[in-house]
């Protein structure tokens, strides 16, 4: 099955566009039918997909919609820095191990991951394809917490969950001990090779890329900044099992639409 289920997908991708330039540089992973372009290519102009299997490619004319696509399994994709990557029915299709390997690889390699799962949710062979197997039928929300417990939920009904990194304050104020204009041969990377760093430079970031520049190396520490967190309401689950997020300036909430529905509709491909 090469799509997914249209739920929350506005409301995430409405947040992204409020947050981000039109000209950020976003990673699709695998894109299936492109499902998320409806929603994002009326603002973005850079989006890159991750496919691993030719025939989507081909039969949803991947190529001629997509910025680039890169015909490779997730696993085995190494990349240097994206704006936002997307991970929309992804993980259920790796095991384990993989998910959470792919997954650590990102976080510092993006200013925001999007993560989205079914819930006990077995898939076999579809279409031919063997990559639409579910390897983790067994994800809940509370499976996902301790798996991968990086990463916060967002939105979720008794189907479906959204989730978001847990960190994203750039309070981190560093300077540069490297030149981030010629890295090449270096373990690390620069937060954003479109940015230009030379040695001395002072920039802010976060705590989690912080901490990895360190290990290299490459930055030292000049101060922390105290910055407010929007003010949090306790998590609660309404009434239709769909949670709110505690952030409710950052994140907008459900409309009473999605709100209300008891089996997520599936996007259909226009033809």
């Known amino acids: 099955m090469a799509t997914s289920y249209a739920t929350y997908k506005k409301e995430i991708t409405d947040y992204l566009k409020k947050n981000f330039d039109s000209n950020a540089k976003i990673l699709d992973v695998g894109a299936g039918e492109g499902t998320y372009l409806p929603f994002l290519q009326d603002y973005f102009t850079d989006i890159e997909a991750v496919e691993v299997f030719k025939p989507n490619i081909d039969n949803f004319n991947l190529e001629q919609r997509y910025n680039k696509v890169y015909n490779i399994n997730i696993v ?29 690889y990102a976080l510092n390699r993006c200013n925001e991951m999007v993560v989205a799962v079914p819930y006990l949710a077995p898939q076999g062979i579809e279409e031919g394809n ?5 390897k983790q039928d067994d994800l809940t929300d509370e499976i996902m917490k301790e798996r991968y417990p990086y990463l916060k939920c967002v939105y979720k009904n008794n189907l479906y969950g959204y989730y978001m990194k847990g960190e994203k304050m750039k309070n981190y104020i560093v300077k540069s001990l490297i030149s981030f204009d010629d890295y090449e041969g270096l373990e690390v990377k620069p937060e954003n090779p479109r940015i230009k760093r030379n040695i001395n430079d002072i920039f802010n970031c976060t705590k989690e890329r912080y901490e990895y520049l360190k290990e290299n190396n490459a930055v030292e520490l000049v101060g922390i900044n105290k910055i407010e967190q929007p ?30 529905e008891e089996k997520p509709k599936k996007l259909k491909r226009k033809k």
């Open 76 to 104: 085995d994709f190494n990349y240097e820095f994206y704006d936002i990557i997307i991970f929309g029915d992804i993980i259920e299709h790796l095991e384990v191990k993989e998910a959470q390997k792919v997954l650590k």
């Open 130 to 134: 063997v990559y639409e197997i579910h």
């Open 231 to 260: 003010e949090k309401e306790p998590t609660k689950e309404i009434e239709d099992g769909t949670l709110e997020h505690p952030y409710k300036t950052i994140m907008p909430q459900p409309t009473k639409e999605v709100a209300k």
